[in-house]
């Protein structure tokens, strides 16, 4: 099973930007995508982004346009760059290995333990 570890959270101001990272234990195309859920307090896991191995790229609609998911040169980490952030960004990032296009959590074969991401107003 593939080991996951996401960095890169932090506090931002509205408006700012935040580069969150997913190092894998093992290359990341030995999975068919890679993807990123946040969870704010009180609310559902949502799906944000997600790369499969052509590098088709996903977008919930409220990240299209903000947030870019990319895979790094050595192909055992996938970064998600999220600009112009905003107070309702804020959540706990998860990414995961496998899963679908539909980023409903169907087909996830591994979990990172998140990294909080604070935007202030």
């Known amino acids: 099973q593939v080991q996951l570890v996401e960095s890169g959270g932090g506090l931002v101001q509205s408006g700012g930007s935040l580069r969150l990272s997913c190092a894998a234990s093992?290359?990341?195309?030995?999975?068919?995508?890679i993807g990123w859920f946040r969870q704010a307090p009180g609310k559902e896991r949502e799906g944000v982004s997600w790369?499969?191995?052509?590098?088709?790229?996903y977008y919930t609609d409220s990240a299209k346009g903000r947030f870019t998911i990319s895979r790094g040169n050595a192909k055992n980490t996938v970064y998600l760059q999220m600009n112009s952030l905003k107070p309702e960004d804020t959540a706990v990032y998860s990414c995961y290995a496998g899963g679908t296009r539909t980023m409903t959590g169907i087909g996830v074969a591994s979990w990172g333990q998140g990294t909080q991401v604070t935007v202030s107003s």
């Open positions: 093992r290359f990341t195309s030995d999975y068919y995508g």
């Open positions: 790369i499969n191995n052509s590098d088709d790229t």
